[in-house]
């Protein structure tokens, strides 16, 4: 069953300090991964989306990389601000999956305090 | 630019009544469109995709139902909720050939 986890369920950090959220996939065949932001009862936002070929991808104070062969991603949080908390998902596009339709983790749930 | 939107964004149903999430998506053409689910302390799970007009695929059995009838329209539906259906409902949409998904802000339905 190919399925996606994401490592911790929840962290809580001061403001200004650097993270790394973990997600693993147990098949490499992959066509993309992504990773979201949805704030409680909210739409998922996209952060980043990285292509199997492709090994990181970055924007502003993130930083996504991806290894297939070891089946793991991790996001990056630079300098870490309270408005950043949210719940971070990620979520991998399966080659075997329908129509690139994408199988999701549980999430971590981050707060950042001021 | 594209835009998706979605409504209701907040539903109280009685059990056994039917339901009805719409969706659409503007700025873009013959889109891949998706309906998803997240119960509360789950994951995200696709409970349907359509590929076109008329054309839809289940991922999972359950008491719901999608329709498309317009290439920018996608439905929900259900003809009697039961109580394992509430959740928050999201709909998502992909270009043909595109490789990002974008989603709708969703649906918080309730069964009471």
């Known amino acids: 069953k190919q399925e996606v986890t994401q490592i911790p369920a929840a962290l809580s950090v001061p403001e200004g300090e650097n993270l790394v959220l973990n997600c693993s996939f147990t098949?490499?065949?992959?066509?993309?991964l992504q990773w979201f932001r949805q704030d409680p009862g909210k739409g998922l936002t996209s952060l980043l989306l990285?292509?199997?070929?492709?090994r990181e991808q970055t924007s502003g104070r993130l930083n996504a990389s991806l290894d297939k062969s070891s089946g793991r991603s991790t996001l990056y949080i630079a300098a870490s601000q309270p408005g950043d908390s949210a719940t971070y998902l990620c979520?991998?596009?399966?080659?075997?999956?329908?129509?690139?339709?994408?199988?999701f983790g549980s999430g971590t749930r981050l707060q950042v305090q001021p | 630019s594209q835009t998706i939107h979605q409504w209701p964004a907040t539903l109280v149903q009685p059990v056994g009544s039917p339901l009805s999430l719409e969706c659409t998506v503007e700025?873009?053409?013959?889109?891949?469109l998706y309906w998803y689910r997240q119960a509360a302390g789950r994951g995200l799970q696709l409970l349907f995709y359509?590929?076109?007009?008329?054309?839809i695929s289940s991922e999972v059995p359950q008491n719901l139902s999608a329709s498309r009838p317009q290439d920018r329209q996608f439905i929900l539906s259900s003809k009697k909720l039961l109580l394992s259906d509430s959740g928050f409902y999201l709909c998502?949409?992909?270009?043909?050939?595109?490789?990002?998904?974008?989603f709708g802000q969703g649906t918080r339905l309730t069964v009471v």
């Open positions: 359509s590929v076109g007009i008329g054309q």
């Open positions: 098949d490499s065949a992959i066509y993309n």
């Open positions: 990285i292509q199997s070929s492709q």
């Open positions: 979520a991998v596009s399966y080659r075997s999956a329908g129509r690139r339709a994408l199988t």
């Open positions: 700025g873009t053409s013959n889109p891949n």
């Open positions: 998502a949409w992909r270009e043909t050939g595109g490789t990002e998904a974008f």
